[in-house]
């Protein structure tokens, strides 16, 4: 079980059961993480800022789904603060489609260098990722929202047979997710009161300016593990995802590494020459969308 459970968890899972000839394994991942949570001391004591009120989660075996409601699911939310029961997804890849920190994370920490050029000289003067959430940042993440969008109608178009109701856009996933009214990106920011406290991940340079993390998981999980996949969805429809290549050019040149080629298209080459730096589905042998979506 993955908690959360995009970027293709249901592949990595495949690669080990194949490598070692398991066949007695459920698989089963979760959409979005059932909580806003922090640590507070590391392997010790965590803080709960709040539930989700609906969790998505996805099992390789839909008929197991019910005991794994009640014998792990229902203990990881519901029963603890009598919200947050869980639906079942009849597919992993709406879990990676259906996305919230992805788009969240890349498009504030790219909004946030695009007004502050990502460095401040104190650690009081960074904003908060939250509370000081801005409508640049809003409007970026709709526009990345909608370049996810283009690939979710694509897979709905060419996969009409399978049932991708909870492959929502972002403000769809937020209503559903919290059980909120928001109107705007913005204003589902402005209203939250489960994200208020988490800080802008930074570090201190040589110089003793504050700038940002690049080790930190916002880069090193929703960049490779979440729009370098979406690009690869992407480009096996022959989209164009302007946004996404736009945050990806940017974050390339942050981390220094390659990743889109002089064409616009990942460069897979240099992506893979570390095996775990990325999750794009030829990692784990695939060259189509058939085979990510079965």
């Not at 079980?1 to 968890?9: K, L, N, S, T």
């Not at 939310?77 to 079942?88: L, P």
């Not at 709406?94 to 498009?107: K, W």
Request: glycine letters at 6%; charged letters at 25%.
């Amino acid at each position: 079980m993955a908690i959360y459970g995009q970027a293709g968890f249901d592949w990595m899972v495949n690669e080990v059961k194949k490598k070692e000839s398991l066949t007695d394994i459920v698989t089963c991942a979760i959409g979005l993480i059932p909580w806003v949570c922090r640590t507070k001391k590391y392997g010790r004591i965590g803080i709960t800022y709040g539930p989700k009120a609906v969790n998505v989660a996805c099992v390789d075996r839909a008929d197991e789904f019910p005991y794994l409601q009640r014998t792990v699911l229902d203990d990881l939310c519901f029963r603890w603060f009598d919200t947050g029961h869980f639906v079942k997804s009849d597919n992993f890849v709406s879990l990676s489609l259906s996305v919230d920190n992805q788009i969240i994370h890349t498009t504030r920490l790219f909004g946030l260098y695009l007004r502050y050029k990502g460095i401040w000289q104190k650690k009081e003067d960074v904003p908060y990722f939250y509370k000081d959430y801005d409508q640049l940042s809003a409007d970026l993440l709709g526009e990345l929202d909608a370049d996810y969008s283009l690939i979710r109608e694509g897979i709905r178009h060419r996969f009409r047979e399978k049932d991708f109701k909870y492959m929502l856009d972002y403000l769809a996933l937020e209503r559903f997710s919290y059980n909120s009214s928001n109107a705007s990106i913005l204003e589902s920011f402005q209203n939250s009161v489960t994200l208020r406290a988490i800080a802008t991940p930074t570090v201190t340079n040589e110089k003793g300016e504050q700038v940002f993390d690049k080790h930190h998981r916002f880069f090193t999980d929703d960049i490779y593990y979440g729009l370098c996949i979406a690009k690869w969805f992407a480009q096996q429809m022959d989209l164009s995802v302007p946004t996404i290549d736009r945050i990806l050019r940017w974050a390339q040149d942050l981390l220094e590494v390659r990743i889109l080629d002089n064409d616009n298209r990942l460069d897979v080459d240099s992506l893979t020459k570390d095996r775990f730096l990325t999750g794009i589905p030829v990692v784990y042998g695939f060259s189509s969308l058939e085979e990510c979506i079965s």
